[in-house]
């Protein structure tokens, strides 16, 4: 019985260890921008030349998040399928319509070295 309290109280102390996580809070965060904002030099994955956003999958994960937030979520997956390019080093993502219909899709292109959007719109 000893024994079984024991590892009892073991494995909830490691358990409960494992939950917690450490936050370097905002001061850091506000470091780090400040840091990065800067002219200095750093150690950075994004370089402007490496390929961040490197498939498709990746590329409509990062737009569906904006454009939902623009156009809302059932507007945009409307019309589906997507086309998506990668051309040079940008993604262009534009919506489809069924034939004969009226109306406009989204367009978003992306700089899959950085994450930047060049551009987002919809017609009408």
């Given at each position: 019985?000893?024994?079984?309290?024991?590892?009892?109280?073991?494995?909830?102390?490691?358990?409960?260890?494992?939950?917690?996580?450490?936050?370097?809070?905002?001061?850091?965060?506000?470091?780090?921008?400040?840091?990065?904002?800067?002219?200095e030099p750093q150690h950075n994955v994004v370089n402007g030349e490496t390929l961040i956003i490197k498939d498709s999958i990746s590329a409509i994960k990062i737009a569906e998040t904006?454009?939902?937030?623009?156009?809302?979520?059932?507007?945009?997956?409307?019309?589906?399928?997507?086309?998506?390019?990668?051309?040079?080093?940008?993604?262009?993502?534009?919506?489809?319509?069924?034939?004969?219909?009226?109306?406009?899709?989204?367009?978003?292109?992306?700089?899959?070295?950085?994450?930047?959007?060049?551009?987002?719109?919809?017609?009408?």
């Amino acid at each position: 019985m000893k024994y079984l309290f024991l590892s009892i109280l073991i494995f909830s102390l490691s358990s409960c260890s494992q939950n917690k996580r450490l936050f370097l809070g905002k001061e850091y965060a506000q470091e780090e921008l400040k840091i990065a904002l800067s002219k200095e030099p750093q150690h950075n994955v994004v370089n402007g030349e490496t390929l961040i956003i490197k498939d498709s999958i990746s590329a409509i994960k990062i737009a569906e998040t904006v454009l939902f937030e623009i156009y809302g979520k059932q507007n945009i997956e409307k019309q589906k399928p997507y086309e998506t390019y990668l051309i040079d080093t940008y993604w262009i993502i534009s919506g489809t319509l069924p034939q004969k219909y009226k109306g406009g899709t989204f367009l978003i292109i992306i700089d899959s070295r950085n994450s930047k959007i060049l551009k987002i719109t919809h017609g009408k």
